[in-house]
């Protein structure tokens, strides 16, 4: 005689549980990619943020000690001064050493690092971040085969880099609201300032 497994039907207690589980399951996986991208969002605050300490300190790395701003140093001319490349090439060179130029250049990398690392005004954020990105993209001019002495630029890519990766990282973070975990983002938000004007999240 053949043994017949009918269909056990859900009791509402088992439905309930179930509706639940997958909740609960759904929240993880929402707090792990909030996670993974707020770990993103103060990895690259604090990369902007040591770039900004080096230049100003001269802690021995990329900015070598008695050559930092606060000896007097232009933070921005090394660089401006060596683009050698692109058609921009003349502009950056005449920019390299002015006043304007390095506040405007440290106050960015201060204030990206200080926004990302706390999760406020990442809107703003990805807005200037974006620009000093793109500037700094044609400095480096990655289109370039050679530099204008004839030497080969090493470029491995004409429209890609990391300037372009970085920016696209700070829309990223920006669209997603990534400041609310394990930042000050949802505090920011409240302020009436932020939220009469949505631009400033």
Known sequence: MATQHAHTPLTPRRATLRRT????TAAHTVSATAAALATVRIALGALFLWA??????????????????????????????HVAA?????????????????????????????????GVGLRIAA?????????????????????????????????????????LVLVVLAVTGSGATWGLGRRWAELPVVRDHAWLR
């Open 21 to 24: 589980v997958a909740r609960q």
């Open 86 to 118: 692109g058609p921009f090439r003349g502009t950056f060179h005449a920019m390299a050493g002015q006043t304007w130029v390095d506040w405007m250049f440290m106050l960015s990398l201060l204030g990206l690092g200080l926004a990302l690392i706390g």
């Open 127 to 167: 807005v200037g971040g974006t620009a000093l990105l793109a500037l700094m993209w044609a400095a480096e001019w990655p289109p370039a085969r050679h530099l204008a002495d004839g030497a080969a630029s090493g470029s491995t890519n004409p429209l890609l880099d990391y300037h372009v990766l970085y920016a």
């Open 52 to 81: 900004f300490l080096d230049k100003t300190f001269g802690l021995g790395y990329a900015t070598a000690d008695g050559r930092a701003w606060i000896d007097g140093a232009s933070p921005a001319k090394g660089f401006l001064s």
